[in-house]
Nanobody, 131 residues
């Protein structure tokens, strides 16, 4: 059973930065897809960014391109989401999720793959952007 633990959320002023971390344990696969998702109450889930920890392919939603960067440290089984130039509309609970092994593309995971196909979810971390 995959376990994912997020950390790094908090309160930041507009224009500020935060780095989220997602640490994975319990995987029998050397590589996997990790996606960061956000969902505000009453809104649809948005795939923010996804990465294949094997071939390092990445996907970004248009709303975060050029501001967010996803990366991984396979020695620590951790994926990071560096968020720069944060805006109030980035306020949300951010979740990481995994697909192991990486049986589809990062774009598919972030945009259309149903969450029942995910192999694990984190508990979520709150990001608040406010002055």
């Amino acid at each position: 059973q995959l376990q994912l633990v997020e950390s790094g959320g908090g309160l930041v002023q507009p224009g500020g930065s935060l780095r989220l971390s997602c640490t994975v344990s319990g995987s029998t696969s050397d590589y996997y897809l990790i996606g960061w998702f956000r969902q505000a109450p009453g809104k649809e889930r948005e795939g923010v960014s996804c990465i294949n920890t094997g071939d390092i392919s990445t996907y970004y939603a248009d709303s975060v391109k050029a501001r967010f960067t996803i990366s991984r440290d396979n020695t620590k089984n951790t994926v990071y989401l560096q968020m720069n130039s944060l805006k109030p509309e980035d306020t949300d609970v951010y979740y990481c999720a995994a697909v192991a092994p990486p049986i589809t593309t990062v774009q598919h995971m972030c945009t259309t793959l149903h969450q029942r196909e995910f192999d694990g979810w984190g508990q979520g971390t709150q990001v608040t952007v406010s002055s």
